[in-house]
């Protein structure tokens, strides 16, 4: 079975930046193309961005121009570079397969942009 585990969330001020990490057990990265999704409070879990496995990158309009998501097969890892961050980005952020996020769930890294 699947494990991800999501790092890099954290307390941030509007504008800042942060980047965050999501870690796979096995070569999950080189099987699924991948999204990064976000849960606010009261609100339904939401794609923010995709990567598909031939590199090709999709991303929300309320982040395009702002976030980057990317993978190294190597580590195991897919990464979401957020910049200029607002405080609607403030919400729960999750790794998982797309178009279906079919794979069991991580435990996110909560993403708080206040000042």
């Known amino acids: 079975q699947v494990q991800f585990v999501e790092s890099g969330g954290g307390l941030v001020q509007p504008g800042g930046s942060l980047r965050l990490s999501c870690e796979a057990s096995g070569s999950i990265f080189s099987i699924y193309n991948m999204g990064w999704y976000r849960q606010a409070p009261g609100k339904q879990r939401e794609l923010v961005a995709r990567?598909?496995?031939?590199?090709?990158?999709m991303y929300a309009d309320s982040v395009k121009g702002r976030f980057t998501i990317s993978r190294d097969n190597a580590k195991n890892a897919m990464y979401l570079q957020m910049n200029s961050l607002k405080p609607e980005d403030t919400a729960a952020y999750y790794c998982n397969a797309h178009p279906v996020p079919s794979l069991r769930w991580g435990p996110g890294t909560q993403v708080t942009v206040s000042s």
């Open positions: 990567l598909t496995l031939g590199g090709s990158t």
